[in-house]
């Protein structure tokens, strides 16, 4: 997905607030935007991807300001309030009446986990609104290819499951759960050092991703979505030999709709820029279960 009106502002606004999470220093935050700045207006163009250019920025950010993980405090909360408010949402997936129903009700809990985000320009997120989020989350389903996506889980031997945020893998995890139940291999892979709010290995540990899932392996990178030239050898080998492919979040998009649509692939999403939006053909703030086939 190439660059929209708003990404410019966007990645600047994004940089300044994992800036002010990064240091207290003045100084080293007026060296960190500067940079940022030149990075971001280096690498903008018409055919910019979003996600890359974010990308380059966060390492620029944690090089200058010397911290790793400039978004811990807040994943650590959103780790925390997921747990909190997690038997209440295996709650509502055990209610469906059968195995697809309880499938979808995982991939709505799921797509709502992606609610959780910081610093994006224009958009507010609010703990306190996610169970409503959870019981009203089908309703505000822009898209809806959920029996598209069930229909090619069953047919499919090795899914691979990209994760994005800190606290959604919590809700992730019913969804591999509930694909467990149907008897498949699942591969979940999460980032391999911080960026941004993006799971890593502790967040799957907290979420004990490991319990459910056959596999759990990182990118081999800290890359904004999926960058192959930023990814280990054995991720992509993974990524290669999967049927289907569960990715979360936005970053996914934008950067997964620049490469040859092999493996099939779903997007779980909540579109919150309008540049997404506008992309999907959805309102901003709407949620998406769209399946992109092989081409």
Not at 237 to 264: C, Q, R, W
Request: glycine share 4%; net charge negative; hydrophobic share 40%.
């Amino acid at each position: 997905m190439k660059i929209g009106f708003e990404c410019p502002e966007c990645l600047i606004h994004r940089g300044f607030i994992e800036i002010q999470k990064a240091t207290i220093d003045t100084n080293l935050r007026k060296i960190a935007m500067i940079e940022t700045i030149k990075q971001i207006s280096k690498e903008l163009s018409e055919d910019s991807v979003p996600s890359f250019i974010g990308t380059k920025r966060d390492r620029i950010i944690r090089s200058i300001t010397k911290n790793s993980d400039p978004f811990i405090e807040d994943k650590i909360k959103s780790n925390r309030m997921a747990l909190k408010i997690l038997p209440l949402v295996e709650h509502f997936i055990s209610d469906g009446e059968d195995a697809y129903s309880r499938l979808e009700r995982a991939l709505l809990a799921s797509i709502v986990g992606n609610c959780m985000e910081f610093g994006i320009l224009g958009y507010d997120f609010h703990y306190d609104d996610l169970i409503n989020e959870v019981q009203k989350a089908k309703t505000n389903l822009a898209i809806n290819d959920i029996e598209k996506i069930y229909e090619q889980i069953i047919r499919s031997k090795e899914i691979l499951f990209l994760t994005d945020n800190a606290g959604e893998i919590v809700f992730d995890k019913l969804l591999i759960e509930e694909i467990k139940f149907l008897d498949l291999r699942i591969t979940v892979a999460v980032k391999d050092s911080p960026v941004s709010n993006d799971a890593t290995l502790e967040d799957a540990k907290i979420a004990r991703i490991g319990k459910v899932a056959d596999r759990l392996i990182t990118t081999g990178s800290d890359a904004l979505g999926f960058i192959p030239e930023y990814c280990s050898k054995e991720f992509l080998k993974v990524f290669n030999k999967s049927d289907f492919i569960i990715a979360k979040g936005m970053a996914h998009l934008e950067t997964l709709t620049e490469y040859e649509n092999k493996p099939p692939r779903a997007m779980l999403l909540r579109a919150k820029c309008n540049p997404i939006a506008n992309y999907l053909g959805v309102q901003m703030g709407q949620n998406v279960a769209k399946i992109f086939k092989t081409t």
